[in-house]
């Protein structure tokens, strides 16, 4: 699926199933990802349905299923200055032509 074009709130709702099946695949029930994540069973729930939930229960629910990893694809720092390559690139051999002045 794209998820360029999608809502935010198909991008929960997407989101939410990608979280129920992790913790499916991983054989755990709600009550036990919430009392391993310190959260309720009820933010649970509201997570995987898309209801409405927080970072902060996103983040425990990441890191009781093992992918608080994930978190570092949401904005990767880039390896590779920009600034670093203009500095690498080649000299320049010539210089720019010169604007002609207009004439009154």
Known sequence: ????NLTPQ??????GEKLK???L???LGQKTLA???GISVRAVR???N???STVKTLVCVLRALGREAW???VAPIATVSPLALSRQAEPRQRASRRARPEQP
């Open 1 to 4: 699926m794209v998820t360029a």
């Open 10 to 15: 198909e991008l929960e709702a997407e989101l």
């Open 21 to 23: 099946t992790l913790r």
């Open 25 to 27: 695949a991983k054989n």
């Open 35 to 37: 009392e391993r994540a």
């Open 46 to 48: 509201s997570l995987e």
């Open 50 to 52: 898309a209801e409405g």
């Open 71 to 73: 978190l570092d694809t």
